[in-house]
């Protein structure tokens, strides 16, 4: 825990946490994140 930080801003702090853009991790999160977005929109709309 002590690694994140040291993260300067939020892109940093993803790097730290998930690997650089691109990776498979990175890649995971990203994409259960946009899920998660686009469910609280249609959560919300409703």
């Not at 993260?7 to 259960?32: H, I, P, Q, S």
């Amino acid at each position: 825990m002590g690694k994140l930080k040291k993260a300067k801003n939020f892109d940093e702090l993803l790097d730290l946490k998930y690997g650089k853009t691109g990776t498979e991790k990175r890649n995971e999160f990203e994409e259960k994140a946009q899920y998660f977005v686009i469910n609280e929109i249609l959560i919300f709309n409703i």
